[in-house]
C-alpha cells in the first residue's frame, strides 16, 4: 500500500472513531479447516490498522457471521450491526482483507458504498485506502463489486460443473438413506446390520397390505417396532437411534427412489424469492421444489441392490397419490373405517367430480353428496342420496364378480399375511439378539471398571439395568405377540376354509373391518358413477379391466327405515326376550338380511323395538354365571355390597380380572373364592376405618 497517499485520505476525525475489522468465512469447514485464513483476516488487518494510526482502543472486531455466505445480507448479523454504527457515525473505516469478505452481491456492496459516502467512512484493504465521496474511489470500488459478484457465479457454476459429472458416473455422495452404507467404491451397498434392513423391509411389505402411509405408521406403533434413525454428528456418529415411526418418516422411506436400486440426480431445484424480515426490509430467500419423475436430470437404473423393484416404487407412488384427501380430481382416497363402502370411489353423475362421504346424526347409514357446487361457488349440492341401498347393490354385484376367484384371493391374502409375520419374528429375533448383546457387554464392562471409583460404577451400573429392562420388554413384547400370531396353514386348514369360503356372502356380512372390505372392492372395481333421477340413482361401475356394468337401484323414499318385511321384525321378536339391542344386530349381521338391508347397528335396532312395541329386554335375563365361571358384574356388587361403580372401577384399573362381551359393554368378571374373601376382607377393614375417623 502507499502510506503516503494513505495518509492524504485519512484525517483526525478518522483515526477518532472505531475501525471496524469485518471477518467472515463462508462455511462452517472452512472456519474449522481454514484456520490460517480465519488468523489472517484478524492479525494482519490489525496489523495494518495500527500502522495507519488507529490506537488498539478504537479497533473493533466484527466475526459475528462466520460460517455465513456473503451472497446475500440475510442473517448476517455482524454486517448489519456494522451498518448501523457506520449510519450513526461512529465509524471512522472499514477493513477487511479482500473485498470478497464484504458482500458478494453488488446491491449489497452498492448500498455500503452509498452509506459510507453520506458518513464519510473510509473502505480499507491490503490494496489501498477508498474514499466513496472521491468519484474515482467510489468507480473503482463499484467495479471490484461487479468483479466480486462475477468470481461468485463462476465458482457456482465450477461446482455444478464438478457435481454433474461426478453424479453421471454415479460417484456423487449424498446422505445415504437408512438402510444403507458407503463401500469401499463410493457406492451403496445393503446395510450391514440386519435389524436394520429388516426394518426396512418391513415398512415395504406393511405397505404393500395396508396400502397406506399412515397404515404403515400405525401398525409399527400397535405392534410396538422402533425404526432406526442415524446419528449423523456427535460422539455417537454412525450409530443408530431406535424411535417411533411416524407418518412422515414412513412417507419419506416409501418415496425415496433409492431403495429400488436406482442412483437419481435433480430431484429439486433451488429458487429464490424476496420476503420481507420482521423490519420490513426485502430479503432474498431460497426454497427447494421438488420437481415431478419425468424432469429428473439423470436416473441409473440398477446402480446398487435394491429393497423393491421400480415398478413397484411406481405402484406405490401412484397408490400415495390416490390417497390424497381432496375429494376432487381423480385420486382416490385411502380407505378409512366409516360405513361408506365407495368412500373415495364414487364418482358424481352431474360434474363428473369425486362425491363426499356424510354420516348424519340421528340416521341410519351414510349419505353420498357432492359438495364442489357449495363450496367452490356457494351453490346447493349437486345431488345426494342415501348410501344403504347402493352399497348393498354394490356389495351384491361385487360378490358375483369374485366367485370364481374366491379361494384363489384368500389363499393370497393368508400367504401375505403369514409372510409379514415372517419379516416381523425376523425382526424380533434380530432384536433379541441386540438387546442381549448389550447386557453382556455391560456385563463385562462392570466386571473391568474400578469399584473405587464410585461414579464410573454406578454409570455402568445404572446402563446395565436400563438394558436389562429394555431385554426385559422385548420379551415381554415378543410372547404378546406370538400369542396373537397366525401359524401356518395346515392341510386340514385349508381344506376347512375351502369349506367355509363357499359362503362368501355369509362371511362378507359378518365381517365388521370396513377398511378390508373397501380395500377388496377396490381390487375390482375402478371407480362408480352415480346419477340420481328422483328417487332412482342411475349406477355406473367401471371395473379395473376397463369394463363396465349398469345398474338401477331404488332409493328409499321417507318413511321407508320403519318399512321393514315382517320377517326380519318376527326375527327381532324372537330374539327379544333375552338379547339386548347390539347382540340382534350381530345376529341380523350374520343372515341374508344383511345383504340387502344391512348392515345392522344396536341403534336401528332399538327404534324398532319402540315403533313395533317388542319386547323390552331385561338386562336380567343374563345368567349369573357364564360357563367359563365368570361371574355378571350385578352378581359380583350383591356379593361384596359395594356400589356398582366401584366395582366398576376395579375393573377398569384392573384390579379385577373382567373382560367386554362381544357386542356389549357388560361386565363378566373372574372371581375365585381366595379372592372373593381377600376382598370382603378389605371392604370390611375400609369400612371399620371409616366409622372410626367419624367416630372421631
Known sequence: MDFQNAASKIQREHLDKLACIYVRQSTAGGVKKNVVGGRRQREDVIKLALQLGWPEANIKVIDADQAMTGSSTHGRYGYQDMLNLIAKECVGAVFSLESSRMARDSTDWHCLIKICHLTGTLVIDPDGVYD??????????????????????????RIAGARRDLAEKGLLRSSEPIGYVYGDNGKLILDPN??????????????????????????????????????????KRGEYKWVRLKFNRARSVLGNPVYTGTYVYGRSVTKRKVVLDKAGVPQVQKYSVRLPREAWNIVIHDAHESYITWSQYLENQERIRHNGSLTSGNGNRAARVGGGLLQGIVVCGKCGRRMAVRYPRGRHGPYYICTYESECAAADYCQSFPGEVIDAAIEKLFLQAVEPAELNISFEAVGQVEEQLRQRNQLWAVQLKRAKSLVQQTKDRLLAVDFNNKYAFDCVQEELKKNEEELLNLNRQHIDAGATALQNLTPDERQSIEKSIKNLPSLWAATTDMVAKKNLLRCLIKDVTIRREGHIAQVAVRWKTLANTRLTVNLRKRGDNTRIPSNIIEFIAKLAPDHNNTQIANELNETSFAIEWGPFCGNWVARLRRIYRLAPYHYGSYPVRRKDGRYQLTAVVKMLK?????VTLWCRNGRLDAVHEVGSKLWWIRLDPEQLAQFKETIRRSNRFHQTRKAK
Open 132 to 157: 466513496a465521496s472521491d468519484s474515482n474511489d467510489s468507480t473503482l470500488m463499484k467495479l471490484k463489486a461487479l468483479l466480486v459478484e462475477m468470481e461468485l457465479r463462476l465458482i457456482y457454476q
Open 194 to 235: 440386519e435389524e436394520v434392513r429388516a426394518a426396512v423391509r418391513l415398512v415395504f411389505t406393511t405397505f404393500a397390505r395396508v396400502r397406506s402411509s399412515a397404515g404403515v405408521a400405525k401398525y409399527f406403533l400397535r405392534e410396538k417396532i422402533k425404526f432406526p434413525s442415524l446419528i449423523r454428528s456427535g460422539p
Open 642 to 646: 359395594v356400589d356398582k361403580s366401584t
